[in-house]
């Protein structure tokens, strides 16, 4: 229960506007941005690098123990990358594809360097193959359309020249999207939207905004916040995923309780498929003209085209924010109280709660503390909850709160909300922690990286679920099948199973899971990795949870849709691609 | 043993079944005092996670539970009743059905059984390393013991055994016959017994409250369960065919997700001469089954001072429902209908819960220990006019090393001859055969003085009865290779398919008589061929199946049995095999 500061700026302020080298302040086998990192320095203790986060420069002395302990892994053993790229396949282009495509002075390479930035996304066994030097198969080439007629030639290009495309916005998937199936004969080309960054009009009579679907959340949000607006769609990973991609994968923020998930957001958009385009012919905010086709596109994944630009609803930025955090006696009250703020629909921006083992796991990234003071408080606030509330600490779970809105408003709203967690013995533990809770979210992919290091792999996954199913019930079921799975599979360590509620909805709720292991010792770790993966995933299909909230399908989930929507469902979704690109020129093979 | 379905080789030598050690566990009730047993310090280990409570916090987080309310609505729109009224009747049924377990009547029941069991049994031999993997279990998941049943014996000893190693005491179905029985029958319910009514066919609002009251207790965790899935006592001391409600009820939660894991426990409760022996036998020949009361019970106290030779109980490792499901339950199919709204189970559900049903009987089985006795009366019964002594103790060691090699879990003492091995259990037993000058013969009781014909009939019965339930104990061990002995004497050719489906036959014309798995047929035969070839009674040959030359001696002409004929059990499975057989039909239900 610190009460120092710390966590991330509120957005991350100092970003990129897209550029064609892109990968260069990036990291090219592991998250984020090429100067932030975690390390343990000479003393043992965790350091973060970098000055783009508050925890940028700051030593974590609890980071060690933690780490230790949470996974018997131990700062001796480390499993450094090897950094070998030579392995990658030349790549076999399409000449007569490229020769017209010069012709149209659209940019492209082929480049190794770009090749492999853009053959994967950030799911495990991608990211562990690239630490060990190896690549599958890659994009053969990268273009950069610059705009919404770029994109069409594009399209008529490949499809005159049986090229496969795959569209590639922020390389932030985690459900192998990316990958490049292995059985693809004909050249790939990698079709980067980075460069289709602009807003291209601000309607501020109908608080929309047209935004060419290239641009990067952080952008988005910062251009837009320029003019005194936002979208308010803040996925964790906004600092890097593209508008586009948001699209195709349903994406979800952190704070849809008053903005919406992105297809809340959505007025417009426009596709171009190898069909032709398709639009609406108008910005009504709601029609009945039959079924709705944005909700093809929505969650198409990148298999039926390229989304070009999106018309967004935006809201002027709020007036006052305020984070919070309470503290329940354990997971059950937690989610009791979070049902109940539910059904009075009354949740604030963002309300999130943490089971026991990761708000030990947020302890650890506390900072020095920089004063006896308040090293004293902190004691003191920790004696009060264990020692006279009762709370037992390896029971106890926090909610984490994001208040938004004009001040007096969220001054309310938070008495409200804090009034109900007090029904659940639920104690008010600060902004701080609230605020930290949150900064976990940015610096966690940081530090599955850290742990690579040190025999450690891990990785999120998630689900949403019916109310009465979860409690004790999905997330219990899960952890323990993780746990057991482990044992099975030959893992020495326990391993690190967690979950948190992220997101509240009437009917339900979504729920993320974190887990981790130590490998030492076992000869195929990713293999065993992805064996407990895909038991947790059965698991969870098994207790009510749904295959996906927002991760999207891509190849890694793809064996349960017809499971998951029917056979008929399944049938549907492949006459409407069979329709739009019968020749599969968007062949990645996500979804269907 | 792995239990998982699949992991099982298609065909399990029997005779490669490991099987734990034994310990008495009355040798130290005899050398140390029984009141400071039953005053001991009991700390069971408790499932994890558990929050103990009290009977009655159970009863009212049934009466509040969403399922059970839901129900009373149902009822109360259906019936007009007011849902108060309803709800009432709920409560009185709970009141009536649930138990008021506390640990000052166990002590007492460990007090005075202690010195009923001493009195009654040589020794109370359970399996150690069962009682340590239960143990393991009970802290992991919720817990379901499934005892065979053969007498009133067995949820005391179970208990007993229980409260003996520490562990939590079960909560134990039973029939509502016992609340006839003056302060007994409350004294049961205050050591962990609750009470359903033999029938309640379709009495929504009692079904609600009964299956909701056991799957509070599992959920909770708040002590194992315990019921006999042969839903009464074998009369017969064969295995009956399970009884699925329970089951179903115990397994839905898994099934729902509102537990990780199911544990079923199967175990064998094998007696060397049963309490019960000859009521069983006038029973099945139509004499009224005694009313449960205070005074049957005070009278028959007599037996005390009978001795019931030793008994043996083996609890199997625990059978995970979970990976029994594996594969074979669709679990999700359960998530399109909120939890509190009852499902009549699927048919892939029902054919799951009958195969586990099975699986856990024959579990049952497997483990029951069968003493030389049972293989004397074996024996003795293919000559009920009395054979050799000399015969007799030839054949029985025969007949010992064949049940050994076809997998019997034979209790016969080492390094003692035959001999004496057969006279020792005839003795024990002498109530059934009596050895005069060099011959055995079965005893027969009769009156004083004269008796009618039809005493004469009803008697020798009687002992022929008594003796077949002694050896029914070790058909299960025989059962297999029979019907494939029967099945190649009847069939019309030696090709494999035609004995096969004789075999199929049989298997179903015997289907309420024995214990064997539906679906289970191919499994079956391979099984029956297995142990005749070792035996050395059958060749397989490319695609038929012959009898041996030296197999002769197994394919005897069996003489009909017609006392057994007389029973009443048997005519009622020999009438349903007829019907399903469509050779006769039920005019009028």
């Known amino acids: 229960f610190s009460c120092s500061s710390s966590g991330v700026k509120p957005a991350v302020a100092t970003g990129l506007v897209g550029t064609v080298q892109q990968q260069d302040i990036m990291k090219w086998n592991g998250w984020g941005y090429a100067d932030s990192k975690f390390f343990f320095n000479k003393k043992g203790q965790g350091e973060f690098t970098g000055k783009r986060y508050r925890l940028s420069g700051l030593i974590l002395p609890s980071l060690k123990d933690w ?80 705009c919404h007629n770029d994109v069409v030639k594009i399209v008529e290009l490949a499809c005159k020249h049986s090229v496969c495309l795959i569209p590639y916005g922020g390389g932030t998937s985690v459900s192998s999207a990316l990958e490049c199936p292995p059985e693809e004969t004909r050249s790939i080309v990698s079709l980067d939207t980075s460069q289709m960054n602009r807003i291209l009009w601000i309607d501020e009579k109908n608080l929309t905004a047209h935004v060419e679907a290239g641009i990067i959340g952080q952008d988005l949000e910062r251009l837009l916040n320029e003019s005194g ?60 003209t039959g079924p709705d086709i944005h909700h093809f596109i929505l969650g198409s994944e990148g298999t039926l085209g390229v989304v070009t630009e999106v018309t967004l609803k935006i809201r002027p930025i709020p007036e006052y924010q305020k984070y919070g955090s309470v503290v329940f006696p354990n997971f059950q009250q937690g989610v009791a109280c979070l049902r109940e703020v539910a059904k009075q629909r009354c949740a604030p921006a963002s309300i999130r709660l943490m089971d026991n083992e990761q708000f030990q796991f947020g302890h650890a990234l506390k900072p020095q503390v920089s004063s006896i003071f308040t090293s004293f408080l902190d004691g003191l606030k920790k004696f009060y909850i264990t020692k006279f509330k009762g709370f037992d600490p390896h029971h106890l779970c926090v909610a984490t709160l994001l208040f938004e809105g004009d001040r007096e408003k969220v001054l309310q709203h938070e008495k409200l909300v804090y009034d109900i967690a007090a029904k659940f013995g639920g104690l008010a533990a600060g902004e ?20 690579m290091e040190y025999y450690v792999i891990g990785e999120s996954f998630e689900t949403s679920v019916p109310w009465d199913r979860w409690v004790l019930d999905l997330c219990r079921n899960v952890k323990e099948r993780i746990v057991r799975e482990c044992k099975e599979k030959g893992v020495q360590f326990p391993p690190l199973s967690t979950c948190r509620v992220t997101q509240t909805y009437d009917a339900g709720a979504c729920v993320y899971f974190y887990f981790a292991f130590n490998y030492r010792g076992l000869s195929d770790p990713v293999h065993v990795y992805e064996q407990v993966e895909h038991a947790a995933r059965e698991e969870i299909l098994a207790n009510g949870g749904s295959l996906s909230h927002h991760h999207g399908v891509g190849k890694l989930r793809k064996e349960w849709m017809q499971e998951t929507i029917s056979s008929v469902g399944l049938g549907m979704l492949k006459s409407v691609k069979d329709y739009l690109d019968p020749n599969n020129i968007f062949g990645n093979r996500n979804l269907l | 043993r792995c239990l998982a379905p699949g992991a099982l080789p298609r065909r399990t030598d029997p005779v490669l079944k490991k099987r734990d050690d034994f310990e008495d566990i009355l040798e130290e009730r005899r050398n140390s005092s029984d009141l400071r047993y039953a005053f001991k310090c009991y700390t069971p280990v408790l499932y994890r996670g558990l929050t103990p409570c009290k009977a009655a916090t159970l009863k ?58 001493k009195a009654l049994y040589r020794s109370v031999c359970v399996n150690e390393e069962g009682i340590q993997r239960l143990q393991q279990a009970m802290q992991e998941h919720p817990v379901v013991l499934l005892p065979s049943h053969r007498s009133y014996m067995d949820f005391l000893m179970m208990s007993y055994i229980l409260y ?101 426990v199967p175990v064998s409760m094998s007696y060397e001469r049963v309490l019960e022996e000859s009521l069983y036998a006038r029973e099945l020949l139509g004499v009224p089954k005694p009313k449960e009361s205070t005074s049957g019970l005070l009278k028959a106290r007599k037996i005390l001072s009978e001795d019931y ?73 293919q000559s009920v006019e009395g054979m050799e002594l000399t015969e007799l103790m030839e054949q029985t060691s025969w007949l010992r090393d064949l049940a050994r090699m076809f997998g019997a879990f034979l209790d016969w003492p080492d390094h003692t001859p035959c001999s004496m091995v057969v006279s020792s259990s005839i003795s024990l037993h002498r109530n059934l055969a009596c050895v005069s000058g060099s011959r055995i013969s079965l005893v027969v009781e009769g009156p004083q003085g004269p008796e009618t014909p039809e005493e004469a009939l009803f008697n020798r019965a009687v002992s022929v ?71 050395g009674a059958v060749e397989l040959l490319h695609q038929d199946v012959v009898m041996a030359e030296s197999g002769r001696t197994f394919f005897y002409p069996s003489s009909l049995k017609c006392y057994e004929v007389l029973s009443s059990d048997l005519q009622k499975n020999a009438l349903n095999a007829l019907i399903r057989l469509n050779v006769v039909r039920r005019v009028r239900t």
């Open chain 1, 67 to 146: 780490f230790e302990g949470t996974f018997g892994a131990n700062l001796q053993h480390k499993s450094p990358p090897s950094l070998n790229t030579s392995a990658v396949a030349p790549p076999s282009l399409n000449e007569a594809f490229v020769e017209e495509l010069k012709s149209t002075g659209i940019p492209f390479s082929h480049d190794t360097e770009d090749r492999v930035f853009r053959a994967h996304g950030h799911c495990l066994h991608e990211i562990f193959s690239l630490r060990d030097g190896r690549v599958g198969r890659c994009p053969d080439m990268v273009v950069w359309p610059n």
């Open chain 2, 309 to 381: 030779g030793s008994m043996h109980v083996y609890f199997s490792p625990p059978v995970s429902v979970r990976s029994l499901a594996q594969g074979r339950i669709n679990r999700s199919q359960f998530n399109l209908t909120p939890r509190h709204v009852a499902q009549k189970p699927s048919e892939e559900t029902q054919a799951f819960v009958n195969d586990v049903a099975y699986r856990i009987v024959r579990l049952q089985q497997e483990n029951m220990v069968v003493k030389p006795w049972v293989l004397v009366a074996t024996l003795l019964l």
């Open chain 1, 432 to 451: 701080d922690n609230g605020q930290r809770g949150y900064m976990l979210t940015f610096v966690i992919a940081y530090l599955r990286d850290l742990g």
């Open chain 1, 229 to 288: 607006y936002c979208t308010g769609h803040e996925p964790d990973s906004m600092e890097f995923s593209s508008l586009g991609g948001w699209v195709a994968t349903r994406a979800s923020g952190m704070k849809k309780n008053i903005y919406g998930n992105i297809e809340d957001l959505v007025v417009h958009i426009k596709m171009v498929t190898p069909r032709g385009v398709i639009e609406k012919s108008c910005q009504g905010p709601r029609m009945s």
């Open chain 2, 465 to 535: 009865l008594s003796c077949a339930s002694y050896r029914n104990q070790v058909l299960h061990v025989f059962l297999r290779p029979a019907l494939l002995a029967m099945a190649l004497s009847n069939a019309n050719s030696s090709r494999k398919e035609d004995i096969y489906s004789c075999f199929d036959f049989l298997r179903n014309v015997f289907s309420d008589e024995f214990i064997l798995s539906p679906g289970a047929s191919v499994q079956d035969f391979d099984e029956a061929c297995h142990l005749l070839v070792k035996c």
């Open chain 2, 60 to 117: 009212s987080m049934v009466l509040q539970s969403e399922q059970l309310l839901h129900v009373i609505n149902q009822v109360s729109a259906e019936s007009g009743e007011s849902t108060d009224v309803v709800k009432d009747e709920a409560a009185a049924i709970l009141e009536e059905m649930a138990h008021r377990l506390q640990l000052r009547t166990i002590r007492f029941f460990a007090y005075t059984l202690s010195k009923a069991f």
């Open chain 2, 164 to 264: 003996t190693y520490d562990l939590s005491l079960p909560v134990i179905a039973a029939g509502m016959d016992f609340l006839g029985m003056k302060f007994v029958g409350e004294m049961l319910r205050m050591s962990g017994a609750f009470f359903i009514r033999r029938s309640f066919g379709g009495d929504q609002l009692y079904w609600a409250v009964f299956s909701e009251y056991v799957k509070t207790m599992l959920r909770k965790g708040y002590a194992p369960i315990e019921f006999f899935l042969e839903g009464t006592r074998s009369r017969t001391c064969k295995s009956l065919t399970p009884k699925l409600g329970l089951l179903n009820i115990v397994m839905e939660p898994f099934f729902k997700g509102e537990v990780f894991d199911v544990n079923l």
